[in-house]
């Protein structure tokens, strides 16, 4: 396998986009709705699944197959190869779904698979692989957020997930083990042992407010977490929003509309 070498670059801090620079002839695959803008010489043509040379040459069936395995990550059957038909180097960028950052991932230096959360998947050169990574432990599978199935990057090209909120680096050494929230994952080398455990305790477990169980992630490796997956974001407007007969939270309180003019809430 031998991914187009792709250059980049990424702007903004909280609400970030990459700028990828396409020499002639080179193509990079996006995920459907990730499309910010493009100079005049790229063309957009949609495929079956990623594109990836593993796939060109495994027929129609393999085609089909490798597509429907990415509905199963939470993807679409489809996805968008932008292609630079130009005599000179033109750009293409892709946004963030939401506030966060965008990690690239250079996979020659992650022995050429990288396993993350479903939906992450963000853009890649051609040739670079998205398939599925299934967990083989129940405790994972039911418990640990991302279910039987995760998002697995293969190849020797440059790719780019995103995450939410602010992402941590953190490289454990053998034996180190982290204690993450099951939804904080962004994701993780090949070698890194993932599981799930038990947080234990009656009024933890009643109590608490942070789940039953969390995530156990066990070096050698490198971890990627984030500070704001999106279903942690989505329960908070979700909680948020205005109820029926059009009233919000802070509507039932003592101060009604008036604390909604003193919290800077100015609806009427």
Known sequence: MQAHEIDYQIFGEEMQYVEIELDPQEIVIAEAGSFMMMENNIQMETIFGDGSEQQSGSGLFGKLLNAGKRVLTGESLFMTAFLNQGNTKSKVSFASPYPGKILPIDLTQFQGKFICQKSSFLCAAKGVSVGIEFSQKLGRGFFGGEGFIMQKIEGDGMAFVHS???????ELAPGEVLKVDTGCIIGFTKDVDYDIQFIGGIKNSLFG???????????????????LPFS?????????????????????SLLGGLGNLLDGDNRF
């Open 164 to 170: 939410g909120g602010t992402m941590a680096k953190k």
């Open 209 to 227: 407010g942070e789940g039953l169980f969390y995530a156990t992630l066990k070096g050698p490796g490198t971890v990627y977490i984030q500070s």
């Open 232 to 252: 942690r974001l989505a329960d908070r407007i979700i909680a948020s929003a205005p109820r029926s007969g059009g009233n919000s939270r802070e509507e039932g």
